[in-house]
């Protein structure tokens, strides 16, 4: 079992910056890929950036590319999404997800997810 909890989440003006944190705990001595999601009222969860254990590059979804950047720390089990250039359609739940195999965009595929974030970009 994986536990991951997010912080970082806010309310920013559109524009403006914030980055996401995700600690994870547990049963990390396994190489997991870790990732972030979002979910806006009425909508599903998305994919919005992850990365692999091992690899050095990162999946991004096209609506995030250029203003989102996904980093990690195995070392610190740690991984961050420095989000730039927020917009209000930016505003979502933001969650952390882990998975035991490699990144895939689909949800409901990835296996430890943590409670949530609320961001929040107002214009």
């Known amino acids: 079992q994986v536990q991951l909890v997010e912080s970082g989440g806010g309310l920013v003006r559109a524009g403006g910056s914030l980055r996401l944190s995700c600690a994870a705990s547990?049963?990390?001595?396994?190489?997991?890929?870790m990732g972030w999601f979002r979910q806006a009222p009425g909508k599903e969860r998305e994919f919005v950036a992850a990365r692999s254990w091992s690899s050095s590059s990162s999946s991004y979804a096209d609506s995030v590319k250029g203003r989102f950047t996904i980093s990690r720390d195995n070392a610190k089990n740690t991984v961050s999404l420095q989000m730039n250039s927020l917009k209000p359609e930016d505003t979502a739940v933001y969650y952390c997800?882990?998975?035991?195999?490699?990144?895939?965009?689909?949800?409901?595929?990835?296996?430890?997810w943590g409670q949530g974030t609320q961001v929040t970009v107002s214009s």
């Open positions: 547990g049963r990390t001595d396994t190489s997991y890929a």
């Open positions: 997800a882990a998975r035991l195999d490699r990144v895939v965009v689909t949800a409901r595929l990835w296996d430890y």
